[in-house]
């Protein structure tokens, strides 16, 4: 009974929280805060994924230099300008 409570609190806000620091990681953000917030306010891990980096993340997404935009690190092109990235 007493571990399956406990697994319950750990799924309840574990995953929320682990979700919320890995999109906090890809947007070049500090997981472990983020992570913290996540896991309490699943709302959170909402306001990361629609939230776009400003900035370069190397790895996870590319900051244009043509028009400034940032896509996805795999896209071949911009999505925005078209401009081929290398
Ligand atoms: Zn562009």
Do not use: D, H
């Not at 309840?12 to 620091?21: C, L, T, V």
């Not at 896991?39 to 244009?64: I, S």
């Amino acid at each position: 009974m007493l571990f399956k409570e406990y697994l319950f609190i750990t799924a309840f806000f574990g995953i929320p929280g682990i979700a919320g620091a890995l999109l906090a990681r890809r947007r070049g953000k500090n997981p472990v805060l983020w992570g913290l917030l996540s896991a309490p306010f699943p709302f959170f891990v909402f306001v990361l994924w629609f939230q776009k980096p400003t900035e370069e993340v190397p790895g996870y997404f590319r900051k244009c230099p043509e028009c400034g935009c940032v896509y996805p690190w795999k896209t071949k092109v911009c999505k925005y300008c078209g401009r081929p990235n290398e």
